[in-house]
């Protein structure tokens, strides 16, 4: 079965701190792979998304996430933090192939918190 | 400008007793979906409508029921709520199924169900 691995439940960073949040998943073929953001009492937003092309991806907010395919990664990475990042982040996968009705397969997601 | 409404934000039913969820939408797209989130899970997908065109996941227990009126609401009806089915439900849109690079889901803020 398609999975999708964070290893990280809490992160904990002093603003101005690098990112950097890790995501596996388990589906071999092609796939779609996307990093959604919660702020606190608000919906899930879309931060950045891959499909095809360049493997660096460039997000909203100066976030960006690499997809690197050996290693079935797609990490999130912000150089420097702010306190207004603090939110749950979640990675998502799903598999681009003819006929996919685009499913999305969520990782349990990662808490950050940024202290001022 | 709100996009994806649900209500209510907090839902508490007793043991057994039907429950309706509600979500709507401004964005005329035409599909909805219907995740349930338990506390420290990711999402997971219940079902999604294609305009009238309904598609359970395999795995979504018979308590649960959905309906779409019209392209702008749907509701999620549990029969019979048991306390494991304690979560936050969220609804989410699309303006076709599959995932090409134009077709984003789009989140409500989930409505938390408590079930007494």
């Known amino acids: 079965a398609q999975s999708v691995s964070q290893h990280n439940h809490h992160v904990i960073l002093s603003e101005a701190a690098s990112l950097e949040l890790g995501c596996n998943y388990s589906y071999g073929g092609t796939v779609n792979l996307f990093w959604y953001v919660q702020y606190p009492g608000q919906h899930l937003q879309l931060l950045l998304k891959y ?66 | 400008d709100a996009m994806v409404i649900q209500n209510p934000r907090y839902q508490v039913t007793q043991f057994g007793k039907p429950v309706t969820l509600s979500c709507s939408q401004t964005l005329n797209h035409n599909v909805m979906y219907w995740y349930q989130q338990k506390s420290s899970q990711a999402p997971k997908l219940l079902f999604h409508y294609y305009d009238k065109d309904f598609n359970n996941e395999a795995d979504t227990p018979d308590n649960f ?10 509701f999620l009806d549990i029969r019979s709520p048991g306390l494991g089915d304690a979560a936050m439900y969220l609804c989410a849109t699309s303006s076709q199924l599959g995932l090409r690079y134009d077709n984003e889901q789009f989140f409500g803020p989930g409505t938390r169900l408590t079930v007494l």
């Open chain 2, 65 to 74: 029921q959905s309906r779409r009126p019209n392209t702008s609401f749907c």
């Open chain 1, 51 to 116: 499909f095809s092309g360049d493997p660096l991806v460039k997000g909203i907010k100066g976030f960006e996430a690499e997809f690197i395919k050996s290693k079935f990664s797609f990490n999130l990475r912000k150089p420097s933090v702010q306190w207004s990042d603090t939110a749950e982040y979640f990675c998502a996968v799903t598999p681009n192939y003819g006929g996919s009705q685009g499913n999305l397969i969520f990782g349990k997601g990662t808490k950050l918190s940024v202290k001022p």
